[in-house]
């Protein structure tokens, strides 16, 4: 039976379906059942943010565990499940993968977990970080399975992880009499990870279409008696049609018949809510796409999902008539208060973990004679990227000296701003590294993800298109238009993919067209932003070669020109964050400190015309902020204004 049909035709009425075998007279029972969800928790557990060393309000797992233990007191019938993207991603998660099991201590994010009951969990993309290995030896801790559906052996074809689970859960029906109900969980994660963690997945595992694996297990799923499904899918929301072998899959299990809720994420965003107001076959007061429960919880732990299902007996089969999703934030943004408080519990069994990262974190490796702050990150030249592309070239340039082959090579580096607002929904999203001592926690705060070094070749022409790619991060600016215009393109690129390549010399003239798409796809072929490449004094010669220093996500997924398996020449087996932090020890060792300041080798050229342009952009609005731009900006820029999120709103003069 069409479920969306049913919903329809409303719960209590005599049904008949002319199109189906099966024929329901007025339901004999009804009941309820509520889904509990997090997700992107990243090892967020503690309410402390360790690169700042000061509590907040605004994250951590064991604020959202009150919300969760709040919601599931209101009702009589729950369950409470994960959605990936659970064991890297923070400090905590740097602390365990540096210590390993060898003390035989479950992984802190397992282990809180398992102290809130979850019922079922899956994999998100970063689980795969640490590789295979790492990630089995965590989820064996777990008291709740864990499935994924979407990854298989790359030898057999068979799932590498359990694909579903159908749990029998007794419920309280209207009337206060237990019930029995099965439950089918399927999860699933982007069949990108075979690009992100290539590395650690190319020869033993495979990941297929999410919509597709969907169609294949649900049916079986249903026969096996499930009579409700829910879909674990860490993926995020797309409007575009579908395509197979999408990121962005979570409106698109909506059409899967038999899928009666969808707990999405991976995207960091929140659903429902008003940003998605437009997007087709979407209610956001309910909740719903297509009908069907979807909701996605942020990230960290600053908000969990609600979704309230309606369920009819029919003979000895549950059905969902109803159901709709909400949110619920742990901190209060326009009143600016917490919502939550920390859960005691949560706070006793994660304080000797919280101890020992604090302890982790705070071993001194160097001194610093600039600040090191990302608020400027995206607009120009900037210390936090520099510092990571000159540990990044110095580590390659030792490592070319050995290598009689690539020798004489010219050596670069390309680095992102990890920090620098996240995808405009985080004010203080930004990197914040005082001078002075510098301990490993400003390491991880420079650099957030467990990469390792990947040095690859790439011609003057590849190296041209790649900085082409990373101009996709500002938008046209009209010289004509004397109407305020915005210069980043926060919706359609990601910061992360703003490469910045240290060792040459250029400029982007954003009067054109982007070249190339957010995921550098070509879409003006006929427009060049990339305007005065240099190195060392002379244009770039297309037919040169070049060695990039970058991280293994880069190299090996070929997005970028210049990327990919024929262009890898070597693969460290040193973490870029480790290289940074050995970077910084070695040039205070010899130097007394490192010198991070940027060398301002890239710039927005001038845009000069007429018309006094209205150019703005987003960052932090905190007064540390302030204060680095009146002192640091490249460009005249004043504060105009704030926006919705909290962003500050800077009007900046490119005429100069």
């Known amino acids: ?127 795969f970080n640490y590789g295979l290995k790492y990630l089995d030896d965590a989820i064996a801790e777990a008291n709740f399975p864990i499935i994924n ?102 409106f698109y299990l909506a059409d899967v018949k038999g899928i009666d809720a969808v707990i999405f994420g991976h995207s960091h965003r929140l659903f429902p809510n008003k940003e998605f107001a437009k997007s087709p076959n979407v209610d956001i007061e309910k909740g719903t796409v297509k009908g069907v429960p979807e909701s996605m919880a942020g990230y960290w732990g600053n908000n969990i999902s609600v979704v309230d299902l309606e369920l009819a007996q029919h003979g000895d089969k549950w059905v ?8 619920r934030p742990i901190y209060d943004n326009e009143k600016k208060m917490a919502i939550a408080q920390p859960d005691d519990e949560m706070n006793a069994l994660l304080a000797p973990v919280h101890d020992a990262t604090r302890q982790f974190v705070s071993q001194p490796i160097g001194r610093a004679v600039d600040n090191m702050f990302s608020y400027l990150a995206l607009v120009q030249d900037d210390p936090t990227v520099q510092i990571v592309n000159q540990a990044q070239r110095a580590y390659a340039e030792n490592v070319v000296k050995n290598l009689p082959e690539l020798a004489g090579l010219p050596v670069l580096s390309a680095g992102a701003p990890f920090k620098a607002g996240g995808r405009k929904n985080d004010p203080t999203g930004y990197t914040e590294v005082d001078k002075g001592e510098l301990t490993f926690r400003n390491a991880a705060d420079l650099y957030l993800y467990p990469n390792t070094l990947v040095i690859v070749k790439v011609s003057g022409a590849e190296l041209k298109e790649w900085l082409e790619c990373s101009a996709g991060m500002f938008k046209q600016i009209d010289p004509s238009n004397e109407q305020p215009q915005s210069l980043l393109d926060w919706t359609g690129f990601r910061t992360y993919n703003f490469d910045v390549i240290d060792g040459v010399q250029y400029q982007f003239d954003i009067t054109k067209p982007a070249r190339y798409d957010g995921d550098c796809k070509l879409i003006n072929a006929q427009s060049e ?40 020449v070597f693969a460290a087996p040193d973490e870029n964050r480790q290289i940074l932090a050995n970077y910084i020890s070695s040039e205070s060792k010899t130097h007394g400190h490192v010198n991070p300041s940027a060398d301002k080798n890239w710039r927005i ?47 900046v003069d490119l005429s100069q």
Request: hydrophobic fraction near 35%; aromatic fraction near 10%; include cysteine.
């Open 1 to 127: 039976m069409d479920r969306r049909r049913f919903l329809q035709l409303g719960a209590c009425s005599i049904l008949t379906f002319t199109a189906s075998k099966y024929v329901f007279a007025t339901p004999q029972n009804s009941a309820s059942l509520r889904i509990i969800a997090t997700t992107d928790l990243h090892s967020f557990l503690t309410d402390f943010d360790y690169y700042k060393d000061a509590p907040t309000e605004k994250f951590g797992f064991t604020r959202a565990a009150s919300l969760i233990r709040q919601a599931r007191k209101e009702v009589k019938n729950s369950v409470l499940v994960d959605n990936g993207d659970l064991i890297q991603g923070n400090p905590i998660a740097d602390y365990q993968a540096a210590k390993g099991y060898k003390e035989g201590k479950m992984n802190p994010a397992i282990e809180v977990l398992n102290a809130m009951k979850y019922d079922v969990g899956t994999l998100g993309n970063h689980e």
């Open 149 to 250: 559906a979407n990854v298989v052996k790359a030898d057999s074809g068979e799932p590498r992880y359990q694909p579903y689970v159908i749990q029998e859960k007794g419920v309280r029906d209207a009337n206060g009499h237990l019930q029995m109900i099965k439950i089918g969980y399927i999860g699933f994660v982007p069949p990108q990870v075979m690009v992100w963690d290539k590395a650690h997945l190319e020869g033993h595992v495979l990941a297929h279409d999410i919509k597709k694996t969907a169609e294949k297990y649900v049916p079986e799923l249903k026969a096996k008696g499930a009579d409700i499904i829910i879909a674990l899918a860490h993926t995020g929301p797309s409007d575009e049609p579908y395509k197979e072998g999408a990121e962005n899959s979570a």
């Open 320 to 327: 969902v008539v109803n159901g709709k999703a909400e949110l």
């Open 529 to 568: 932003r990339v305007i005065n490449l240099t190195y060392q004094g002379k244009p770039v010669d297309p037919k040169a070669e070049f060695l990039i220093a970058t991280n293994n996500y880069r190299a090996y997924s070929a997005k970028f020109p210049g990327t990919g398996d024929s262009h890898i």
């Open 605 to 651: 050229a001038p845009i000069t015309n007429k018309v006094k342009l209205d150019i703005r952009f987003e960052t932090s609005p905190s007064e540390k902020a302030k204060q680095f731009i009146q002192e640091r900006a490249q460009y005249p820029m004043v504060q105009v204004g704030t926006d919705e999120v909290g962003f500050a709103i800077y009007q």
